[in-house]
């Protein structure tokens, strides 16, 4: 309990943070501490959200507020760092910060007067290493070079073992060194990735491209990357596969098509903020909570599905989410007042829910009926087309009737519009088609 006790109370671990995060901004910063490998700030909440670890608090001496905090075991980098350099990140590794040995020899040497620092060992993984490859190139570094003995002449024992324990001490500097110079000219090389378009929030788009499916040639995807984070892929059709390649739709029509709601600008998020205030149909209501779930029930016919939940005064409701308007949700490109009155404007009784039911045209809306059907106490809607016939009876919701009768928020012909239009139209086509057969056997 005292080892652990002293590794958690190693001085200036926030200051050795910040110094090698103002040399490396763009790159995730692993702490070797102990078992661990410990990220702070920002660096946590990231990986944290790549990892699926657990993110924490942590007060450090000399800091008036808690600390981001998130950390895995040292024998899990195989596992974790090709996860963060996935996901896009530069990830930097830095060696064991200071031991308490080290500690107290330099609180000594303070008291001499004799002035000591602390070096970090420090190792840049850019986001597009292949981690096979580099394993392979190390152990091959690491293999010793092997010389013929009747070339080299022998050493005495003593002589040799002084170079030995002399090399050994200046390796890991010189090591240090070389790979400094290395990744600084690597990085002078690298020149970042020229955007291909800029969305309305002013984040870049970068790496648009469609590539072919390994499990599947048959299927072709397309992704890209925004401020450096990678979407997810998206199947593409074949229409849209075919005129990329041919140059008739560009990087940023295809990303209108498959990430529209990346490239709206955001809400406010206190939008978000519960609760909030909406219009009803009899006036002013509150909008207690509205959130995303997935279907447990596997009894249920929606099992497996994102649905929405929404409790607006008195009423609870749920249904299924549309894949925009999740992303919509998630994107935070419309508010929950936004949604809530797509998905559950009719149940709400909305005016603006029934505005997009609209007759075809031809279809006059004195021969609408909504009456109830005395063989089954229901209420129906049919349209009387005169000579161009008549719909079937087609029962009504509670909600609809509601709107209708109760709250005047929708209209005959939106009410039949709902249900009759398929109908409707294909009694029209019925007529235009007997029209033409009649007018061809005239001439």
């Not at 110079?181 to 291909?196: H, L, T």
């Not at 072919?212 to 059709?237: H, R, S, V």
């Not at 894949?323 to 709400?348: C, H, S």
Request: glycine share 4%; hydrophobic share 30%.
């Amino acid at each position: 309990m005292a080892k652990k006790a002293e590794l958690e109370n190693v001085p200036d671990v926030l200051e050795q943070f910040n110094a090698l995060k103002q040399k490396h901004p763009d790159a995730m910063l692993l702490f070797r501490k102990g078992d661990f490998y410990e990220m702070y700030r920002e660096d946590a909440v990231k990986a944290a959200t790549v990892l699926a670890i657990t993110l924490t608090s942590r007060t450090f001496p000399g800091e008036k507020e808690p600390v981001k905090f998130a950390s895995f075991p040292y024998h899990a980098l195989d596992v974790y760092l090709p996860k963060l350099i996935r996901s896009g990140q530069r990830v930097a590794i830095c060696d064991q910060l200071e031991t308490p040995k080290l500690k107290k020899e330099e609180q000594t040497k303070q008291k001499t007067g004799e002035k000591t620092k602390v070096k970090v060992k420090e190792e840049i993984i850019p986001n597009n290493t292949d981690m096979a490859k580099k394993k392979k190139e190390q152990a091959v570094q690491d293999k010793p070079v092997q010389t013929d003995p009747n070339e080299v002449k022998e050493k005495p024992a003593r002589q040799k073992n002084t170079e030995q324990k002399a090399a050994a001490e200046q390796k890991p500097e010189a090591k240090a060194d070389a790979n400094v110079e290395q990744q600084a000219g690597a990085k002078k090389e690298r020149k970042p990735r020229e955007s291909q378009m800029v969305t309305a929030d002013g984040c870049k788009v970068t790496h648009g491209h469609a590539y072919q499916g390994k499990d599947n040639p048959e299927e072709w995807y397309f992704t890209a990357k925004i401020d450096g984070q990678q979407l997810k892929p998206q199947k593409m059709d074949a229409a849209d596969l075919a005129a990329y390649q041919k140059k008739e739709l560009t990087v940023p029509q295809l990303m209108e098509r498959y990430y529209p709601t990346k490239l709206m600008p955001k809400v406010p998020e206190d939008t978000y903020r519960f609760p909030r205030q909406m219009e009803g149909a009899e006036g002013s209501v509150a909008i207690e909570k509205f959130n995303v779930y997935k279907e447990k029930d596997e009894q249920r016919p929606d099992f497996g599905r994102y649905k929405f939940y929404a409790q607006v005064g008195d009423a609870r409701m749920s249904a299924v989410a549309s894949r925009q308007d999740l992303n919509a949700y998630f994107d935070r490109v419309m508010t929950p007042n936004q949604l809530i009155e797509k998905n559950f404007g009719e149940r709400l009784h909305l005016k603006s829910a029934y505005e997009k039911y609209r007759l075809p045209e031809g279809v006059d809306p004195k021969g609408i009926r909504v009456a109830k059907d005395h063989t089954d106490n229901k209420w129906k809607v049919y349209v009387d087309m005169g000579d161009k016939g008549k719909t079937a009876k087609h029962e009504i919701s509670f909600d609809d009737g509601y709107s209708l009768f109760k709250t005047h928020t929708a209209t005959r012909e939106q009410i039949a519009a709902k249900y009759l239009t398929p109908e409707i139209n294909g009694l029209l086509s019925a007529q235009t088609a007997k029209l033409e057969k009649s007018n061809s056997m005239k001439m």
